[in-house]
């Protein structure tokens, strides 16, 4: 037997057995050995039943009586009375009524653990799991682990095939260096997968985690480690600083830079000049100005003869910044071009000779850049904004369009805790803007409930009415009965015929055409509407100043960085503005709507919702899902420092990853899916 081998092979394991297994993903000896347990069940602490006290508590006792009862249509309780040589107590389970079956035996003394607690007029353990007592291993301090039951897998049945696999547990080669293991302390592979599965007293336990999740996290900094020396390894071009230059942009601006701008400015020009590529992200929460900041370097890059790719994720973006950076550039005889999808393809092939002959400095576009025509002279700065939304292959297809590297300038709005960061990210260099123009005012957000609409409906209005602009936000493009969610189209008829049927209210949703987008984003630029109705297109980027008010329907069903990435669009100039998150239904407003509701700091609301979901569901599927950390927690800076003072040491003593072959394997797989370039 090895760890390939199939579980259905092993002795005891039956056809059901097999299914079961097979239907909670175990496979394999490996699979089943790295099924961490859920949970221990802690038996080494018996309480006398006359001794018991409120709390989580264990008793060893046998059964008296056991009855179970249907109280309604799919509520049946279960009622047992326990007893032991102090006493009697009472048990209930709901909806558990394989429990009579199982307490039938009144010879058999059981473990019963769980809440005692004042339940129901009287003191009693509610749901307590049970355990023969003969089941459980003396030898082993009472510390039962409890695995995950899916599709009807007993954790008895787990447990019962681990100590089959014992033996072999115990003779797992290891996959950390030794010195690693040596230096911080490290139980072994096989010591520490035994000490998770049986474990004899709770330090067990913590050791064992402790070290897989040091491993899981080195294969993930040593990649990032290794990516950032790869890098370092790089040819790009050095765009020389000067001074001259820099200093006229920033003198012919209509505003005074703010200190954080300057400091990511002058981070970007310094890198510029160096011939290792730039690798830089640029972080800064909605409306910090990050777009200026990008168009210095830019300026740079272009007074130095070299072209600059800008890269976006929608097409109202795209042209947003080609007329932002036009404005701020051409002055400067630099010619500035937008590609996208409602460029014809008339206009498509003198463009595309113009950027390849070098007669346009500066391209602007979405995905549509990436296509092989697009070819330039000399590509010397790719600017990507909102790069999380960009997959790691279509980064590397725009960064392959030069002979050599070019320097990449990555902007996002979606901050990143640091701690994920470091991990994800710990081959990039980070500039933060963290203040805002000294003008603005903070946006004040209030959470309703629908049942104040008219009122709310009227504070808006009173905004309109001194001249400014609001966006009403909801999620669906159609009526769909099934989906209490506000569609747009029904919110735009609905909102001609209420309060604001004297105002000009526009429509914007995803399947409008791209000209047709641009052209009603046009018109609410130019205050041409009051009021903009809207799906979540607005989300990114969207510049009108002038927009002081934003209601976002249904703002239960969006997620924290969402509704911070959303509110993002009011606050962009010196009048106060405001955000209206108008719940679904009266019920009581989430945690995560009282955490908007209460903080503008995007990392802080980025840090609680890393907490709340994780960081799969944040930063997207592709690419942190399949990071896939099972056991370490992105919390545990401590953990997190250490690791990265591992894999640096590692690789600057040379030492050869090919020698440790699952290591090795592992982080090459995280190299490809982390790297930027
Ligand atoms: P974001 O970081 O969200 O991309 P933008 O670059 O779109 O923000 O900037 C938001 C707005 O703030 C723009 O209208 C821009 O002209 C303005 N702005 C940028 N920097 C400053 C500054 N230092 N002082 C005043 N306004 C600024
Ligand atoms: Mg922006």
């Known amino acids: 037997m090895n760890v390939s081998t199939p579980l259905s092979a092993i002795k005891g394991v039956g056809p059901k057995t ?12 490996h699979d089943l050995l790295y099924f961490l347990p859920r949970k221990h069940e802690d038996y080494s602490e018996v309480s006398k039943i006359s001794d018991l006290t409120p709390g989580k508590r264990t008793i060893n006792a046998t059964c008296e009586s056991v009855i179970t009862k249907n109280v309604r249509r799919g509520m049946r309780v279960t009622t047992a009375t326990l007893a032991d040589d102090s006493g009697k107590v009472q048990a209930v389970w709901f909806n558990q009524a394989y429990r009579a079956t199982q307490l039938k035996d009144s010879t058999q003394t059981f473990f019963f653990s769980g809440d005692f607690d004042f339940n129901y007029n009287k003191y009693q353990f509610t749901n307590p799991s049970v355990e023969k007592a003969s089941k459980i291993p003396v030898q082993n301090g009472r510390l039962l682990p409890v695995y995950r039951s899916v599709k009807g897998l007993k954790s008895q049945v787990v447990r019962k095939l681990l100590a089959e696999l014992r033996p072999l547990m115990a003779m797992l080669p290891e996959t950390l260096p030794n010195d690693i293991i040596k230096k911080y302390s490290l139980l072994s592979l096989a010591d520490a997968l035994t000490a998770i599965h049986f474990p004899t007293k709770s330090e067990d336990v913590a050791n064992g985690k402790r070290r897989l999740a040091f491993e899981e996290l080195f294969e993930l900094l040593l990649a990032s480690q290794l990516n950032k020396q790869a890098n370092a390894k790089l040819r790009g071009w050095s765009i020389p600083f000067s001074q001259a230059t820099i200093a006229t942009f920033v003198s012919e601006l209509p505003f005074d830079l703010t200190p954080a701008q300057k400091q990511a400015a002058w981070d ?29 370097a830019a300026r740079q890059v272009v007074a130095a003869g070299f072209q600059v790719a800008v890269l976006a994720p929608t097409e109202i973006l795209a042209s947003q910044h080609a007329k932002t950076i036009a404005n701020l550039l051409e002055p400067y005889g630099i010619t500035v071009a937008l590609l996208s999808g409602s460029v014809t393809s008339k206009q498509r092939k003198p463009l595309l000779s113009e950027l390849k002959e070098g007669g346009v ?39 392959s369009k030069s002979d050599r590297m070019p320097h990449l300038l990555a902007m996002t709005a979606t901050p990143i805790p640091r701690s994920l960061a470091l991990t994800l990210y710990g081959e990039l260099d980070i500039s933060i803007i963290n203040q805002k123009p000294a003008e603005r005012k903070p946006i004040i957000t209030k ?26 936000v909801c999620r669906l493009i159609d009526d769909n009965p099934n989906n209490e969610s506000k569609s747009v189209e029904l919110e735009y008829r609905k909102l001609q015929n209420s309060v604001f049927g004297h105002r000009r209210i526009g429509l914007l949703h995803g399947r409008m055409k791209p000209a047709d987008k641009q052209q009603v984003m046009e018109r609410f630029l130019k205050h041409e509407y009051d009021l903009l109705v809207s799906t979540t297109v607005v989300e990114v980027g969207v510049d009108v100043p002038n927009a002081t008010t934003m209601l976002i329907e249904d703002a239960d069903q969006y997620g924290l960085s969402q509704l911070h990435q959303l509110r993002g669009r009011v606050g962009r100039s010196s009048h106060q503005s405001y955000c209206y998150l108008l719940t679904s239904d009266t019920k009581k407003p989430s945690q995560r709507l009282k955490e908007v509701e209460r903080s503008n700091d995007g990392f802080y609301l980025a840090e609680v919702d890393l907490k709340i979901r994780g960081p799969g569901e944040i930063y997207g ?20 420092a250490e690791v990265q003072d591992a894999a640096k040491r590692f690789v600057s003593s040379g030492a050869d990853l090919l020698q440790y072959k699952q290591l090795s394997r592992n982080v090459e797989h995280y190299q490809r899916l982390t790297t930027l370039n």
């Open 18 to 29: 097999a299914e079961q297994l097979h239907l909670s993903g175990l496979h394999t000896v």
């Open 447 to 472: 959470i309703w409930s629908p049942v104040s609409r008219a009122q709310l409906y009227a504070e808006i209005d009173s905004e309109l009415e001194n001249g400014r602009q609001g966006y009403v």
């Open 361 to 399: 400095h500066i391209i602007i576009g979405t995905h549509a850049l990436l296509e092989p025509a697009v070819q330039f002279r000399n590509l010397g700065l790719v600017i990507i904004d909102e790069q999380h939304r960009f997959g790691v292959g279509q980064r590397q297809k725009l960064l």
């Open 621 to 640: 599927k592709a690419q942190h899902g399949a990071l896939n950390l099972q056991i370490a927690s992105l919390g545990d800076t401590k953990l997190i």
């Open 268 to 296: 970007i020009l310094q890198d510029l000049e160096k011939e290792v590529p730039m690798n830089r992200l640029l972080q800064g929460d909605v409306g910090a100005g990050k777009t200026v900041v990008a168009a210095a």
